[in-house]
């Protein structure tokens, strides 16, 4: 079974910058859909970003031009480059991978620990 764990979070001011990291174990990583899922306080988790194992991207159109998602097949590694940083962007944000329509979809068992971020002067 493949595990993710996130990291890059943090503390930043508005119109700031945080690139996120999920790594992933698994020698099935390349060959998954990858998400990146934020979820407020008091709101439901929603779908950020998310990229097929070829490459493929899909945004929420709340971060359209402002978050990248990529990801680095050799690294067992996606990343969430996100930009232009704003308040509503706080919330604690997890990645999860799998079948396509199931990412899209967000119906996962299990989650890993999320990592925060605050946007905030």
């Known amino acids: 079974q493949v595990q993710f764990v996130e990291s890059g979070g943090g503390l930043v001011q508005p119109g700031g910058s945080l690139r996120l990291s999920c790594a992933a174990s698994g020698s099935i990583f390349s060959i998954y859909s990858m998400g990146w899922y934020r979820q407020a306080p008091g709101k439901q988790r929603e779908l950020v970003a998310a990229?097929?194992?070829?490459?493929?991207?899909i945004y929420a159109d709340s971060v359209k031009g402002r978050f990248t998602i990529s990801r680095d097949n050799a690294k067992n590694t996606v990343y969430l480059q996100m930009n232009s940083l704003k308040s509503e962007d706080t919330a604690v944000y997890y990645c999860?991978?799998?079948?396509?329509?199931?990412?899209?979809?967000?119906?996962?068992?299990?989650w890993g620990q999320g990592t925060q971020v605050t946007v905030s002067s």
């Open positions: 990229i097929t194992g070829g490459g493929s991207t």
């Open positions: 999860n991978g799998g079948p396509y329509d199931t990412v899209v979809a967000g119906t996962f068992h299990y």
